[in-house]
């Protein structure tokens, strides 16, 4: 039961450069969510969606895209990176939000932006 | 937009000692809470949630959390603590029928053996 991986699990990119991280969950959960960890901020929503071809924004959107091809992937996408955007980026699926479900995470990918 | 608030951010404490966490959110309406845990370099598991009904929630690993709807409150509680308690605690809440969490900024605990 292999649940929800990300990809990579580290990564030091460098200002400017595009950087896709990689979401995948193996239990065909409609919704999918990115988040950034940073320390004294928690974490902080960045880009959901509730089906394929379905995002929207959460509270930290800026400098990040997302997409949603497929039901089991979810990307993001850092078009051009910038140091504020180190930090340690965690995905997550659900069922259901009318449900009583919970969110599960991934385990997380550390980025470091030189 | 909800918020979460977590006291206390840096906790430090012995083996044995009892543990509360506090957590309380500024949303009206009924809302789903959660407690989730990181241990070190780990990613974030969940330790508890309430949706309806009983307002003391048990959860893992011997905690158990109190919704208190007039305080807006939903505080993690573990009587005895071990070293192994060592971890971020986050509090989470949704609104029902909302798709969103919204974080506390945590708790990092650290058990002294």
């Known amino acids: 039961d292999a649940g929800i991986t990300q990809s990579p699990r580290y990564k030091i990119t460098e200002t400017g450069r595009q950087v896709t991280l990689m979401c995948h969950q193996t239990?065909?959960?409609?919704?999918m969510f990115w988040y950034r960890q940073d320390l004294g901020h928690g974490l902080r929503l960045i880009y959901y969606s509730a089906a394929a071809d379905i995002t929207d924004k959460g509270e930290v959107p800026d400098g990040y895209v997302v997409s949603r091809s497929k039901t089991e992937n979810f990307p993001l996408t850092l078009e051009s990176a910038t140091r504020s955007q180190t930090s340690v980026y965690f995905c997550a699926s659900s069922e259901s939000v009318l449900a009583n479900n919970e969110q599960f995470f991934g385990p997380g990918t550390r980025l470091t932006v030189l | 937009a909800q918020s979460v608030s977590q006291h206390n951010h840096h906790v430090i404490l012995s083996e044995a000692a009892s543990l509360e966490l506090g957590c309380n959110y500024s949303?009206?309406?009924?809302?789903?809470l959660f407690w989730y845990v990181q241990y070190p370099g780990q990613h974030l598991q969940l330790l508890l949630k309430?949706?309806?009904?009983?307002?003391l929630v048990k959860g893992i690993k011997g905690f158990e959390a109190e919704f208190i709807k007039s305080k807006f409150s939903f505080n993690l509680r573990k009587p005895s603590v071990q070293w192994s308690d060592t971890a971020e605690y986050f509090c989470a809440v949704r609104p029902y029928g909302n798709n969103r969490l919204a974080f506390g900024k945590g708790n990092q605990v650290v058990v002294i053996p």
């Open positions: 949303y009206g309406g009924t809302v789903n």
């Open positions: 309430y949706f309806s009904g009983d307002p």
């Open positions: 239990w065909s959960h409609s919704y």
